[in-house]
């Protein structure tokens, strides 16, 4: 019962989050976002759903039917299956090695953009899922060192041992320049602007769902929009040692997104690959090189110290 409360929590929290998002670009354009449906728009994300999964449903003769129909439930799947992560007060599930769990979830993404842009049976999906295939997969190389060098200093796996680890002092201040890798590859793992390559308007029209519409299009949508709610859950659990969902940094996390998507233009897609192999990855190699050796220093100098003293 905990577990489907929080689904339904997830799907509002995601409908607001959309309709967050339209006002903070409203104002960034000088103009106000949805103020019309309830008081000051606050039912238009319902309203959007509604019209959504009203809309009728068209199907092309060469698609794949099944595979069509399965991908946005298998991103809907996905999604809540990282919400595994979410702390009860009681009674929660505590996973032993829950970041090793994140990383599994997180490499399952891909056969969603994949397969999504196959089973259209179109050439501007393909290729929208080709460039977001290769996008996704280079980017979550260099996620994963980042989280390994972060995970090697708390050497533990455990939600509660990184929280604990954090007690005195925020990892944001001591490795800044590790937080701000670390949002750049979410921005490029969760297809967001300024790397939403596999959604380029412009060159692919919609990328690879665009055959999706109606109900699908609606659930592609939403999972997309909980998979940013909770990197921002799990940044914050990283970097500043915050349990709790509904707090400030998660909602600031959140704001970051919906800015940089307001203020930045669209990256090029060879400078998007060659900012992740030439620059992003040579630095996570390092970092975890660096982080391997400043344990072990820290180790051996509390032993001497303690053998000092005995």
Wanted: proline letters at 2%.
């Amino acid at each position: 019962m905990s577990f489907l409360i929080l689904i339904v929590m997830v799907l509002v929290s995601v409908a607001f989050f959309t309709l967050m998002e339209r006002k903070v670009l409203g104002y960034i354009h000088f103009r106000k976002g949805p103020n019309k449906v309830g008081y000051m728009g606050i039912l238009q994300p319902f309203s959007d759903v509604i019209k959504l999964f009203s809309s009728e449903v068209n199907f092309m003769k060469l698609m794949n039917l099944l595979m069509f129909l399965f991908i946005p439930f298998l991103a809907m799947l996905l999604m809540m299956m990282f919400w595994l992560f979410y702390i009860w007060k009681f009674n929660q599930l505590e996973l032993e090695f829950a970041f090793i769990y994140f990383l599994c979830v997180s490499s399952l993404g891909v056969y969603v953009i994949f397969g999504g842009g196959w089973a259209s049976n179109s050439k501007y999906a393909l290729l929208g899922s080709y460039r977001g295939l290769a996008q996704i997969i280079s980017y979550e190389v260099s996620l994963a060192i980042l989280l390994i060098s972060f995970l090697l200093l708390c050497s533990d796996y455990s939600i509660f041992s990184i929280v604990s680890f954090q007690k005195n002092f925020w990892m944001l201040w001591g490795f800044f320049s590790l937080v701000l890798v670390w949002m750049v590859s979410l921005l490029a793992e969760t297809n967001r602007a300024p790397f939403d390559l596999s959604e380029g308007e412009s060159e692919l029209v919609s990328g690879y769902n665009v055959e999706y519409g109606s109900y699908s299009f609606a659930i592609l949508f939403m999972a997309e929009y909980g998979n940013m709610i909770f990197m921002s859950l799990i940044s914050c659990v990283l970097f500043i040692g915050s349990l709790g969902s509904f707090c400030l940094y998660l909602i600031l996390l959140m704001y970051l997104f919906l800015l940089i998507r307001g203020t930045l233009v669209r990256y090029r897609y060879d400078k998007l690959m060659m900012l992740s192999w030439k620059s992003i990855l040579p630095f996570s190699i390092l970092f975890l090189f660096f982080m391997f050796c400043f344990k072990n220093f820290f180790i051996s100098f509390v032993i001497c110290i303690n053998f000092s003293k005995s």
